[in-house]
């Protein structure tokens, strides 16, 4: 028999109601039946995260304690944490436990940034008239925070939202990916046994479709902070009105290799396996590889070797290196946008094989920027390596993108490292690391259709605070 997980409302688990089911990625098997939340629920969410927030405030101290409450109970279950992932997301057991290691860093992150709220003094003597005035802010919490979270780090992802909206005193009603919610429920379950007292952190579940409309229709969620794709963030943007919305959205993440790159074989270790990584999906994943003509053949013949030899199958197994996709849908997808690009005239290099919603890591040449599988994001395990020679060429069709979330470039020539600092349209540029890499502390996210605004604890409390400015007259 399956587990039956109920939706958080006022500290209660509430399991009535329809329900549906979520499937282990790999076998197929169903996992767990979720109860849906139904509008009247999702209201009952709100309405007691508004109360909440209108009626109750948690002082910073009891914020902290009760986040490293949380980190110190999530250390204790951080293996049937990380099995739940591996299960619901077919993520593989070794990257699911690096990313309960990275949510709980998170969690820390943010306990420390609830200390470190505060305003700022201003000088507003500076203004002709003003001699006899003081100024400064103050920050302050923004209300009920709305979490609407994807399915591809469950843990981290959730992580990053509901820590600091607690820590900056904020309620929350979480929206979790439907197809991987049952980490963002266990994340609920420690949370409350932390101590995080009833109607500061809701969740309710269901399908985006038929709860998102709900949620964002509502004038009392004060922000919205939003992982997932650009055509659902453009939904959320465009239904919330003047409200705050952070979204992080996708990308087609470019990286360069430039023939003065100090260490070859670790440029190209990075490229495949952060290319194949859980699959590929991850925003930052490494899609678009260019790499000058002069190296090109053996960056080619190293990164088909690495990608020969890694191991695809059962997420559960200690060895495996690539799990299956999020479903069958996405991998048949892939499938035919691998397909497509071969019929334009790429070559597979390696890979380009399907078995269900296994895909297996692909390497793919002779592409051409118009091809889906480099203008659009490919979210699958599919990197496509193309030949410059010229770097000023290359900037410009790595900025030649509608999104802008992360880039990668290697190179010990520091004037290139600079100038890719400089006139790549990116949120954040790696250099000598590939697009994927993130420190959990750092502000992240990206422009165009990457999204806007920013997340990391730091960042994020900005987001999900207010900055009030006082004045006197002394
Ligand atoms: P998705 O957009 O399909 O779903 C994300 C969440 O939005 C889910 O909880 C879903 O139920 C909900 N949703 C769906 N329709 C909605 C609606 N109409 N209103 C409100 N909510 C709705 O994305 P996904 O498939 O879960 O995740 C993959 C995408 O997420 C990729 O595009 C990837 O690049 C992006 N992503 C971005 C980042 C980042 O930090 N920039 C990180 C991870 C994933």
């Known amino acids: 028999m399956t587990e039956t997980y109920g939706n958080l409302i006022n500290g209660e688990w509430i399991k009535d109601g329809e329900t549906f089911d979520v499937f282990n990625k790999y076998t197929n098997e169903p996992i767990a039946k979720i109860c849906k939340a139904d509008e009247a629920l999702t209201k009952k969410a709100i309405d007691n995260a508004y109360e909440t927030f209108k009626n109750e405030r948690l002082s910073v101290i009891e914020r902290h304690d009760i986040l490293m409450k949380a980190v110190e109970l999530f250390r204790k279950h951080k293996e049937e944490i990380a099995q739940i992932i591996c299960a619901e997301a077919g993520k593989t057991i070794r990257d699911a436990r690096t990313e309960v290691e990275r949510g709980i860093q998170t969690f820390i992150a943010s306990a420390e940034e609830a200390k470190r709220i505060c305003g700022q003094g201003m000088p507003i003597q500076a203004m002709p008239g003003n001699d006899e005035k003081m100024a ?17 780090f469950p843990f981290n992802l959730t992580a990053h939202k509901i820590a600091p909206a607690i820590a900056a005193g904020n309620t929350v009603v979480l929206k979790p990916a439907e197809k991987t919610p049952i980490t963002a429920i266990k994340m609920g379950e420690i949370l409350l046994e932390a101590g995080l007292p009833k109607g500061f952190l809701n969740i309710v579940n269901g399908f985006g479709h038929e709860i998102g409309p709900i949620l964002t229709s509502d004038e009392r969620i004060a922000m919205y902070t939003f992982t997932g794709s650009p055509a659902v963030g ?16 996708g990308n087609n993440s470019p990286n360069i290799i430039h023939h003065d790159v100090k260490d070859l074989d670790r440029a190209v270790e990075l490229v495949v396996t952060k290319g194949f990584g859980n699959s590929g999906q991850a925003c930052i994943a490494v899609q678009r590889v260019y790499v000058h003509e002069d190296i090109y053949e053996e960056v080619l013949e190293k990164a088909k070797q690495i990608a020969e030899n890694l191991k695809v199958g059962d997420p559960s197994l200690e060895e495996t290196d690539v799990g299956p996709m999020i479903g069958l849908e996405e ?66 069709k790595v900025n030649d993108s509608k999104f802008g979330l992360q880039a990668g470039i290697f190179t010990s020539d520091i004037h290139v490292a600079m100038k890719a600092a400089k006139e790549l349209e990116f949120g ?3 250099i000598n690391d590939v697009s994927t890499f993130r420190a959990d502390i750092l502000p992240y996210g990206g422009v165009k259709d990457s999204g806007f605004g920013k997340e990391g604890p730091r960042s994020a409390i900005e987001e999900m605070t207010v900055e009030k400015v006082i004045t006197m007259h002394i």
């Open 331 to 396: 991998a048949k997808r892939t499938e035919n946008w691998v397909k497509e690009a071969v019929e334009q005239g790429a070559e597979i290099v390696v890979g380009g094989k399907r078995e269900g919603s296994l895909f297996h890591p692909t390497i793919l040449k002779n592409v051409t920027e118009e091809m889906k599988v480099m203008c659009e994001e490919v979210f699958a395990p599919v990197i496509s390596i193309v030949p410059y020679n010229d770097i000023d060429e290359v900037f410009q």
């Open 428 to 430: 954040g540029i790696n």
């Open 234 to 249: 453009k939904l959320i943007k465009n239904s919330t009105g003047i409200r705050p919305v952070t979204l992080e959205l």
């Open 136 to 152: 400064f802010s103050i920050r302050e919490p923004i209300g009920v925070v709305c979490a609407i979270t994807p399915f591809n």
